[in-house]
């Protein structure tokens, strides 16, 4: 017999194209009603798509024998079934306590961090968790009362990218995100499968249990029977339009710029106000989240009065600072915006704008400059003495001596460089050409550039400009090399 909550996850799993074949998965099972759900639904479809379940299970350290009792449960399905069983004891109070956490926090943050350690010793791409659309709901409102910005109204995602410690990547997948806590509850009952209960969930110590136990039941019975649902709605169309706003916040992205010390140390980044004003203010907000980021490193509890007090900025006079989460400072500095740490300060080095780059002097033979941050050298022969083939190697690259002219250098990119790209020679610019490379933003700062001017030659380690390329009538070749080849 076919039961309807297996099959609704089972169907919306197959349109969002949650699993592949083969797919190894690591399933996060606490043995509660949810996690049981997603469980019994993998293994609906472990023939179907042939898959390989580990399942993982968490002893927090938090509800003694109740917890014991809860892992030789999820143990004993799984020997029943056949699956492979992975069990952790934590201590999450002493976690939580040493890192300064919420107990919430810390067990969720050693959760994923556990999974991806289990996915990268079995091989696994992907790691399964059982949030439902009731926690989907919660979340969104939790997001709302704490003033986040739009992404907050996303929700829980279906599915996203995870990293673990070592850096590697996964991907985190719901499969039973479309199913509410009641379906789930009665396709258990319908199936004859037992679950555990967690006391903890009842109890309204958390701010997200007040919502779960007493708001969102309010809503319902007071406002709309459809609450969950509405919400759930609400999330998809917020997802649809972030994602928009963030591909058009990519295309701006150039606007930020690096700050260094005089050591060479990152502290802070720079806006230009004259290209922030010319965009919409949600592409501009959500460039700024992005810059905020980029110093504090996270965003949590940064809420949208900060971005916007940081927005304001740019109507106000030349010196005027603020005081932000993460002892982050904004300040408005002639036609800028800097945000930086706190306590920074001295002289700064914006690599973007301030950095005039080394000339190369290519009327000799031979040269280079090995400076820690480019690695570049050269040589000049004639085109008679080098192999008719010219090497196809991204670190290596010839140019037409004579078609270069006066004034090579090599520098990082900065506003108004280009390339010529194609036998047309077609004219793009260079912030186009990362972002058609998906070259992430904090790396483009770092990449060096041959460039006469704002005509860039070489994106070093990329692509070639057509400008100066050796030709059958070519007489001297200028051989570039990238030393520095770790990008």
Known sequence: MEIKTFKKAADNIKKLKLLETDDCVIAGVSGGADSMCMLMTLLGLKQEFDLDIIVAHVNHGIRGEEAERDADFVRDFCADKGLTFELVNADIPKLAAETGTTAEEAGRNFRYSYFCEL?????????????????????????????????????????????????????????????????????????????????????????????????LPMARDSINSNVYGHIGNLSRQAALVYDYIEQETEKSSSCISRIFDE??????????????????????????????????????????????????????????????????????????????????????????????GELLDITGEKGGCESGIYGITWEIRNRSELPLEIPKCQDIKWFD?????????????????????????????????????????????????????????????????????VTDTTERVLIVKNNNQKR
Request: glycine share 8%; proline share 2%.
């Open 119 to 215: 996915a990268s010793k079995y091989n696994a791409k992907k790691i399964a968790v059982a949030h439902n659309s009731d926690d989907n709901a919660e979340t969104v409102l939790f997001n709302i009362f704490r003033g986040s910005g739009l992404g907050g109204l996303k929700g829980i995602l279906p599915i996203r990218s995870i990293s673990g410690t070592d850096g590697k990547k996964y991907t985190l997948i719901r499969p039973v995100l479309s199913l509410s806590r009641a379906e789930i509850e009665e396709g258990l009952k319908e199936a004859g499968q037992d679950f555990c209960i967690d006391r903890t969930n009842n109890e309204d110590t958390y701010a997200r249990n007040r919502l779960r136990n007493i708001i």
């Open 263 to 356: 050591q060479g140390n990152k502290t802070g980044v720079s806006l230009n106000i004259s290209v922030l004003e010319k965009l919409h203010q949600a592409i501009r907000q959500n460039l700024l989240r992005r810059a905020f980021e980029m110093v504090s490193g996270k965003l949590k509890d940064v809420e949208e009065t900060h971005i916007e007090a940081i927005d304001a900025l740019r109507l106000r006079q030349s010196g005027k600072r603020l005081s932000l989460p993460y002892d982050v400072t904004a300040f408005r500095e002639y036609d800028r915006i800097i945000l930086t740490k706190s306590g920074n300060t001295g002289f700064f080095v914006e690599k973007n704008f301030f950095f005039k």
């Open 401 to 469: 001596h004579e078609k270069i002219g006066d004034g090579l250098m090599v520098r990082t990119c900065r506003e108004g460089d280009y390339m010529l790209i194609g036998r047309e020679k077609h004219r793009k610019s260079l912030s186009r050409f990362m972002i058609d490379n998906k070259i992430p933003l904090h790396e483009r700062e770092r990449i060096p550039l041959l460039v006469v001017g704002s005509h860039v030659l070489w994106v070093v380690g990329y692509r070639q400009d057509e400008s100066c390329l």
